[in-house]
Every structure is written in structure tokens, then in C-alpha cells.
């Protein structure tokens, strides 16, 4: 088998117009809870302690007073936006975030859009048909040809499970570049509810897109790039009922166990050390903040300084938990970081979780780009 190493060569990400302040939606959510105070008191110590400060939404009614928001409010009057209603909104409004997205990539990877052989599409919060993959190839100026590959439903982890597997594609055939699409309207699925477990899902997932471009490292001169190296996965054994997402009349509902940072520091481990072998600890940690329990477990149990989790907690705070959107916006924050500081090749790893319960991991390495790419990026990324 060919061994070509492939490369993250141009990163995009997007988010909608709408912000949702992390405060002041959890003193509308309490609002709306006001006869049921033992809720209320619950979803604003949630609200406070998940490590969200700002989110954003494609939905406006998110944005409206307690009593006139149809997500939050629990009147009998109101009527709460249906599955179908809540997938409209998520065809209208999912296919011009992803195609922002990728122009960005595209543009930072300098390819052009005719060079892309095989495109991947990720989304678990909407589904519709046609596809978004179909409307990205004429949107984008894709071949007609272009290979298609759609990862539907697979949740926080299959963004990183699209990288993982354009790895491979390239591996087999070194002249593939491929573009990868993530987008999740997760806010679209906030439910009027007093249950524990939606009041935790609705206080800190935030829509977003963003997108990648992965092709030979060898294809041209690139500006700052992550390279790819071995992948793992796994299905953590007895976890299955730890984080479910499934689809109800009103939106899909989602639980997610409070026992997932304690799985993760029982199991994860071990995965790790299958991944990297003898290696030793890699310095770069870009960890899918599916929640800011998984963050502090993975600091405390591999004593990471608060730079090696930075970009994860950054995130997290400016944007919430946009599932597998997400690692796109911390590998792009981590890297900006790294040209900021001017930084050499770095070694790193990529995880992060999803149902099943599953993880995805990679071994990653920054790649510096020559001192006038780096220039370029720098004035782009922080105009």
C-alpha cells in the first residue's frame, strides 16, 4: 500500500448571524421556568458552569423573550416547533453556513474547487434529500464527478472520522484532494422541557460549520498545515446507553450521561497508549470539547498546562459544543495560536467522542509554512 503522507492544507469555518450571550439566555430559560424554581435553579447553575460564554444560532425565535420563544417557553398557548418545521429551518439555513465554510477553506488551502476528487458531508442535527453534498457541487463549482461521501448521524466524533478517513482515501490514491463539510444546527433541537438532561444539552451546543481541505503534503507550497498520522478507533465496551440522539415528534432528543468525563478517564487511557506506543506524550492536545468535563479530565490525567488546552476551552467559551463541526474550530484556534508564536513542527494528537460511546484519534504534526506564508496567513486570519 502507498504510504503518502497527506496533510490538513486549508481550514474554513462559519457561524450563523444570530448570538445567543450565555447570561442572558439562561435568565430567559429561568424565566420560562419560573413554576417549576427547583429547574429554574438547576439550569442557571448549568448555564454558569459549562464553560459557555457566547453561542450562536441560525434560529431567531432563540433570541426572543421567555414568554414568546416557542423553544423555551412551557404555555399551554405556545405551540413548540415540530421535527418538520425544525428540519425547514435546518435545509434553509445549514446550506449557506457549509458553503461559507468551504469557500474559506478552499481559498486558505489554494486549491481550486476543480481539483477536488472527493467531497465528504457531516451533519447529525438535519436530514434532507436531495442532499447537502449535492447542493455543495453546484454551489462550490465541484466536478460533477466529484466522489461524494455523506456521514450522516454519527454525531460529535464524525468530523474527525472524515479526517480520518480522507487519510485513507489518499493513501490509496496519492493525486485525491479532498473536501470535507461539517455543519450543525444543534440549537434547532432546544425543547420546552423541566427534565435535567435537556435543561444540560440546551446550555452549552451552538451552531456552526466548517470545512477542510486534505490532499498530499506534498502538493505545492502550503501555508501553515497539520500533518496526519496513524488513527484509532474504538467502541468503548457498555457504554452504549452513556449518549443517545434520536429523533422525536419535537426535534431529536439527545442524552448525555454526567458519568462520560468518569468513562472517559477509565477507558481513554488506554486507547491513547495503543495509538502512540512508545512515543512519548505529544504536545499539541486538540480535544473535541464535548463538554468542559472531557477537557479537565484529559488535563488532570496527562497534566496538561492551559496552553495545551486552550484552543479546546476557547472554543468552547465563543461558540459551545457545535458536535462534529467542533475539532475543525479548535485544530484552526490551535493553529493560529502556533503561527502567533512563530512555533517549529509540532507533534499532536486529535480525539474526540461520540455515541456509541466511540472515540476517533489521530496523530497530527504542525507544519510551519515559509516566513512570507506565515506573513499572508497572520494578516488574513486577524484582519
Known amino acids: 500500500m502507498n504510504h503518502e503522507i497527506s496533510a490538513i492544507i486549508g481550514i474554513g469555518t462559519a457561524v450563523p448571524d444570530y448570538r445567543l450571550e450565555q447570561d442572558e439566555t439562561a435568565h430567559r430559560l429561568a424565566q420560562a421556568l419560573h413554576a417549576y424554581p427547583d429547574s429554574a435553579r438547576w439550569a442557571k447553575r448549568l448555564f454558569k458552569q459549562c464553560g459557555v460564554k457566547t453561542r450562536y444560532t441560525c434560529e431567531p425565535n432563540l433570541l426572543e423573550p ?24 435546518y435545509k434553509q439555513q445549514s446550506v449557506p453556513i457549509a458553503f461559507r465554510a468551504a469557500q474559506k477553506a478552499l481559498k486558505d488551502s489554494q486549491i481550486q474547487s476543480s481539483e477536488i476528487t472527493h467531497l465528504i458531508t457531516v451533519s447529525c442535527t438535519g436530514q434532507f434529500l436531495p442532499g447537502l453534498d449535492t447542493l455543495l457541487v453546484k454551489e462550490l463549482g465541484l466536478r460533477e464527478t466529484v466522489n461524494r461521501i ?37 440549537t434547532l433541537h432546544i425543547q420546552p422541557s423541566t427534565a435535567r438532561e435537556a435543561l444540560f444539552g440546551a446550555s452549552f451546543f451552538g451552531d456552526g460549520a466548517s470545512a477542510c481541505v486534505v490532499a498530499s503534503s506534498m502538493a505545492g507550497s502550503r501555508p501553515a498545515s497539520f500533518e496526519l498520522g496513524t488513527s484509532h478507533s474504538v467502541l468503548l465496551p457498555g457504554c452504549a446507553e452513556e449518549m443517545v440522539w434520536e429523533v422525536g415528534n419535537y426535534g431529536f432528543d439527545l442524552y448525555l450521561s454526567t458519568k462520560i468525563p468518569k ?61 462534529s463541526a467542533t475539532i475543525l ?15 517549529d513542527k509540532t507533534s499532536g494528537i486529535a480525539l474526540a467522542f461520540g455515541p ?6 489521530i496523530q497530527i504534526s504542525y507544519i510551519p509554512a515559509a516566513a512570507s506564508a506565515i506573513a499572508e496567513l497572520k494578516d488574513e486570519t486577524y484582519a
Open 356 to 361: 456509541g460511546l466511540t472515540c476517533e484519534m
Open 150 to 186: 455523506p456521514l450522516n448521524f454519527l454525531g460529535c466524533a464524525a468530523g474527525l472520522k472524515a479526517i480520518c478517513l480522507s487519510k485513507e482515501l489518499i493513501q490509496h490514491d496519492r493525486h485525491a484532494k479532498v473536501l470535507i463539510v461539517t455543519v450543525e444546527l444543534c
Open 66 to 89: 421567555s414568554d414568546s420563544c416557542r423553544y423555551f417557553s412551557l404555555a399551554a398557548n405556545h405551540l413548540v416547533p415540530t421535527t418538520k418545521e425544525r428540519m425547514a429551518m
Open 329 to 343: 474550530f479548535v485544530l484552526d484556534e490551535m493553529r493560529k495560536q502556533l503561527i502567533n508564536n512563530l512555533a
Open 263 to 323: 468513562l472517559i478517564r477509565e477507558f481513554i487511557p488506554e486507547q491513547i497508549e495503543r495509538l502512540q506506543g512508545s512515543d512519548a506524550l505529544p504536545s499539541l492536545w486538540a480535544i473535541h470539547p464535548g463538554g468542559k468535563g472531557i477537557i479537565d479530565v484529559l488535563e488532570e490525567v496527562y497534566s496538561l498546562d492551559k496552553e495545551q488546552t486552550g484552543p479546546s476551552r476557547t472554543i468552547l467559551e465563543r461558540y459551545g459544543n457545535m458536535s
